[in-house]
Each structure stands twice: as structure tokens, then as C-alpha cells.
Nanobody, 120 residues
Framework: QVQLVESGGGLVQAGGSLRLSCAAS????????MRWYRQPPGKQREWVAG???????SYADSVKGRFTISRDNAKNTVYLQMNTLKPEDTAVYYC??????????????WGQGTQVTVSS
């Protein structure tokens, strides 16, 4: 059973910072791409950032220059450092990862989400 567990969400004032973490646990061989998505209230889920197994990163235009994605492969963990937060960053943030579960068996997994609220 594979699990992705996020942590680090909370309430912060505009201009502040938060750091999200997402740890993968359970039975798997390796982790490929890891991503962060978010779902603002009343809107669809949107991709925020991604990082490949060798550390290549990509970002949505809306967060470029403010958010930084990183990973610690030894801890099976991905991070999202969020700086200069804006009220429009308010959303439930979800971790997503592509895992090699066994042999040729691969799967994509989601965390349960963590709430980030930015007050103006």
C-alpha cells in the first residue's frame, strides 16, 4: 500500500512564506516525477510545479519566481517552498507522484491534500 502524506499547510498573511512537505511510504521500488497541484475554492485543480527524478524542475507561470520545488530522494519526500504568498494562492495543495511499484507495474498516486490560506 503506497501513501503520500502532505504536511505544512496553514494560515499565513500575504507576503509570507510556507513550506509544504510530502512523504511517500509503503512498498515501491522508486519514484519518478513528483508534482504539486492545487485546487482554489470553487475552481478546478491546477498543476503548480514538478520535479523529475534527476532534479529538473518546471513551474506554472503563476508561481514562477515565488515557489521552489525540491526533493530528497533518500527520504522519498518532495517539498514546495512558497514565498511572497498572495491571497490567490489560497487552495488545497495536493502532492502527486509517479511510482515504480514492482517490475513493470507503475502507478500515479495522490496525497490527501493540505489547506493553504493566505489572508490579505
Amino acid at each position: 500500500q503506497v501513501q503520500l502524506v502532505e504536511s505544512g499547510g496553514g494560515l499565513v498573511q500575504a507576503g509570507g512564506s510556507l513550506r509544504l512537505s510530502c512523504a511517500a511510504s509503503g512498498s515501491f521500488i522508486s519514484i519518478n516525477t513528483m508534482r504539486w497541484y492545487r485546487q482554489p475554492p470553487g475552481k478546478q485543480r491546477e498543476w503548480v510545479a514538478g520535479i523529475g527524478s534527476y532534479g529538473i524542475t518546471s513551474y506554472a507561470d503563476s508561481v514562477k519566481g515565488r515557489f521552489t520545488i525540491s526533493r530528497d530522494n533518500a527520504k522519498n519526500t518532495v517539498y514546495l517552498q512558497m514565498n511572497t504568498l498572495k491571497p490567490e494562492d489560497t487552495a488545497v495543495y495536493y502532492c502527486n507522484a509517479d511510482l515504480n511499484v514492482s517490475g513493470s507495474n507503475k502507478g500515479q498516486y495522490w496525497g490527501q491534500g493540505t489547506q493553504v490560506t493566505v489572508s490579505s
